[in-house]
């Protein structure tokens, strides 16, 4: 990497939080992931990744529980707390939070800087239980712009399509920001790297943007979770972790998120998202969003 890289562009340090919340204990939880943050924040990090439903925990026994740990965004005092560090830190959080907007709850992600609330993502595709529970994202897949760059946000299941990356680069993502709570795959052998990294890193390749997954571990009502966070560059080869599948721990990568851009030009002819076919297919693959930079 050249000086001019190194002093003019985009270069940050991403840490991933792989935790073990426990379901129920709010209080417990939110704490815990302020220290894993002060933690990041003084080797420092500036882009802080956590896992899906961290503040509440992920197994509930009845929609009466699911809603009683859940809370207004970002009203409600976990963002509040998260928004303190991060100010305090100048800070970058994707945190994933039980969220409640009147008579409904929303699997989501607070996207918070040093300011404040940027804004929230709402979990798109719902996985197993979580129907009983949750109604399906309403806002799409928004890119946020900020100082460290266009950061996009999943939820887990969601990156298991791949037109919600696409939908993420083709508004300029330079970053994909995943909380999850990753459970084991049928057929996965013990050898190999776990399906949703695999994925993480086909989508990163397939779309030229970072990857930064903060996944949790333990088991939480006989549900067994994999661990394996994972930062994986817009090569598609990983650059922090993957963690171990059963240790809470915090994984860093730095990357210049500007070669995302850059990289897009594969040779002399080929830009992965311009080589779009969109005379055969959608631009937006039907999505209301606009396109951004790519």
Same mark, same amino acid.
């Given at each position: ?8 562009? =985009? ?29 990041? =924040? ?14 509440? %925990?992920?197994?509930? &026994? ?109 508004? %300029? ?13 049928? %057929? ?8 949703? &990294? ?19 571990? %333990? ?38 998120? =500007? ?27 039907? =999505? ?7």
């Amino acid at each position: 990497m050249s000086d001019r890289k190194a002093h003019d562009e =985009a270069i940050v340090k991403i840490a991933c939080i792989q935790m073990e919340p426990v379901v129920g204990e709010k209080q417990r939880n939110v704490q815990r992931s302020l220290e894993f943050i002060e933690r990041a =924040a003084a080797n420092g990090a500036q882009l802080v990744v956590l896992p899906e439903l961290c503040n509440s %925990g992920y197994v509930f &026994n009845s929609r009466d529980e699911a809603f009683a740990l859940a809370e207004e965004v970002p009203a409600g005092p976990t963002c509040r707390s998260w928004e303190e560090v991060a100010h305090e830190h100048g800070l970058h959080i994707i945190a994933g939070i039980n969220e409640r907007e009147g008579r409904s709850l929303y699997n989501a992600a607070a996207v918070i800087g040093p300011s404040g609330h940027l804004g929230t993502f709402r979990k798109v595709h719902l996985w197993d239980e979580e129907n009983l529970f949750f109604e399906p994202g309403n806002l799409g897949f928004t890119v946020f712009q900020t100082p460290l760059g266009r950061i996009g946000t999943l939820i887990c299941y969601d990156a298991w399509f791949p037109e919600s990356f696409r939908l993420c680069a083709l508004q %300029g993502a330079d970053i994909v920001c995943i909380p999850t709570n990753w459970v084991p795959i049928p %057929g996965q052998a013990q050898d190999r790297e776990a399906m949703a &990294n695999i994925l993480c890193m086909a989508a990163a390749h397939s779309n030229s943007l970072f990857v930064a997954a903060a996944d949790r571990i %333990g088991v939480e009502r006989d549900q067994p979770f994999i661990g394996q966070s994972v930062i994986v560059s817009y090569t598609g080869w990983p650059i922090g972790g993957s963690a171990s599948p059963d240790r809470e721990e915090i994984i860093y990568a730095e990357a210049n998120l =500007a070669d995302a851009r850059r990289g897009r030009n594969w040779n002399a002819f080929n830009q992965v998202l311009r080589d779009r076919r969109t005379d055969l297919y959608g631009e937006m693959l039907g =999505a209301k969003a606009s396109p951004g930079w790519y």
